[in-house]
């Protein structure tokens, strides 16, 4: 298929692009981790984004992928998309993304520039499609519709389904936290339209909207949340075609399970009734001795760095919080220990690129390792004994770095020993860990 090229007159191939945006931290889903990695019904929800695209009759030529910052999401992620990459021949490029989504939307088009540099692409004959992995179940046939419409010529097109609600306008200055706010107006909802993705655009398009929003103040640019807004507030016309129920945007927990009976239901193979499938738990312990004051070490423990504490002993860097997750992985997927995998006395022995692996990294090839055997990850607890360091105001931050180290929720609590023992007596640290996994 081609179109006329911009200005020459002359057809040049039409060429599509998707820009996956996945870089969101899904506070909302409260997981403990981007959204994305989130497991729906035993596999992330990237992944089901991708079982819809390779669904797709009409092909995308480039998709980019925008992913979280953090090493380890990226790379879990980023491995689906070469995973799609390979079976279905079509370049995926992966790219962290910004602080928000429409910063992430402007680095999937910057890597979109970079990704077909020096190809042939016009950006008038080239449509573009945005779409959050959040909207996971989004049907092949919304893709389909959007992509037809803008390669017959609407510059910008949006699915979006009717409003089912009665909506209200509320009065703006409501006090914030207010149990109550005031009704101003019901809003009547016959020409209402509730927005999804895929959101299709000519690139020429989408080039001159981000140019547009440079120009905005900050507080206005953050107003547009979509990029159909950035159309319409450049007066260009924008049109919609039927969204989906399935597009829903999954931002909630219950949204997750909404989706999760979508999929229990749709699939010929699974029971109507929902299975029940019986956790596996595991148990690890670890213990590290302070090193003594004439040696000092960095203290790293529960994945985060303790500055002015002297460090644990040990071949790595000591963190005895996450090897102990390590082993509670392993046990509960019954595949050994710390030991077998990563060297019986010397963290690295068996496998020398993991030398000098941090406890966060190691704990994250420990969770690939037990995805790798075949179960999903529930969560992991783990609760360390020691006098130092003070780990309560650190605790979010430090279940944050091992949740993302392992997909799947990590609790940490900690606890000091009465004074007693080695623990009580400050020579050293305890940790013991439980996971759940389940068998996929
Ligand atoms: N900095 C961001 C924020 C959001 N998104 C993406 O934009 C889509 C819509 O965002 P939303 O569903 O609100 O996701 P989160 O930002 O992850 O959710 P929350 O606000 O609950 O953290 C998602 O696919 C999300 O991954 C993104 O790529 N980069
Ligand atoms: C793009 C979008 O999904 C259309 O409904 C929506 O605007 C995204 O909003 P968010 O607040 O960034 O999730």
């Known amino acids: 298929m081609s179109r006329p090229g911009a200005g020459t007159g002359s057809p040049v191939p039409a060429r599509r692009a998707l820009i996956v945006v996945a870089a969101g931290s899904g506070e909302r889903l409260g997981r ?24 797709l009759t009409v092909p995308f030529d480039a998709v980019i992928l925008v992913l979280p910052r953090d090493d380890a999401s990226f790379a879990e992620l980023d491995a689906l998309g070469r995973g799609f990459s390979a079976d279905t021949g079509v370049p995926v ?30 950006p008038a004959a080239t449509t573009v499609l945005i779409h959050d992995a959040a909207r996971a179940l989004t049907p092949q046939e919304v893709y389909a519709q959007v992509i037809s419409a803008v390669e017959s010529g609407a510059p910008a097109v949006v699915p979006a389904r009717p409003v089912t609600d009665t909506i209200k306008r509320v009065h703006p200055d409501a006090p914030q936290h207010a149990q109550t706010e005031r009704v101003v107006e019901t809003v009547p909802r016959a020409a209402l339209r509730a927005v999804q993705t895929p959101q299709g655009f000519t690139w020429e398009l989408l080039q001159r909207a981000f140019e547009h929003t440079r120009g905005m103040a900050e507080d206005d640019a953050e107003a547009l949340t ?56 595991g148990i690890g312990h670890d213990v590290h001795a302070f090193a003594p004051a004439e040696e000092p070490r960095e203290l790293w423990l529960a994945g985060l760095f303790w500055p002015d504490l002297q460090g644990l002993t040990g071949h790595s860097d000591g963190d005895a919080v996450a090897h102990a997750c390590c082993d509670a992985l392993f046990s509960a997927a019954g595949v050994g220990d710390l030991g077998v995998h990563f060297g019986a006395d010397t963290i690295g022995t068996a496998r020398p690129e993991l030398r000098g692996a941090s406890g966060a990294q190691l704990l994250a090839e420990a969770a690939r390792i037990v995805r790798a055997e075949g179960f999903g990850i529930g969560s992991l607890a783990v609760q360390f004994i020691g006098r130092r360091p003070k780990f309560g105001p650190r605790r979010a931050e430090a279940e944050k770095v091992l949740s993302g180290a392992v997909g799947a929720p990590v609790a940490i609590s900690a606890t000091t020993s009465d004074g007693l023992g080695f623990t009580g007596r400050g020579e050293g640290i305890l940790a013991t860990a439980t996971a759940v996994v389940y068998q996929l």
Request: proline share 7%.
């Open 32 to 55: 403990g981790m981007p959204k994305a990695r989130v497991h729906l019904a035993g596999r992330p929800i990237l992944a089901h984004v991708f079982d819809r695209l390779g669904e």
């Open 93 to 122: 490029h992966s790219t962290p993304g910004g602080d928000s989504r429409s910063g992430s939307v402007r680095a999937g088009l910057d890597e979109l520039e970079r990704a077909v540099a020096h190809a042939d692409w016009s």
């Open 226 to 281: 979509d990029e159909a807004m950035i159309a319409e507030d450049m007066g260009v016309e924008v049109s919609i075609v039927a969204g989906s129920d399935l597009a829903v945007k999954i931002t909630t927990p219950s949204d997750l399970i909404s989706a999760e009976a979508h999929l229990a239901h749709a699939s010929p193979e699974q029971p109507s009734m929902p299975q029940v499938v019986l956790p596996r738990v």
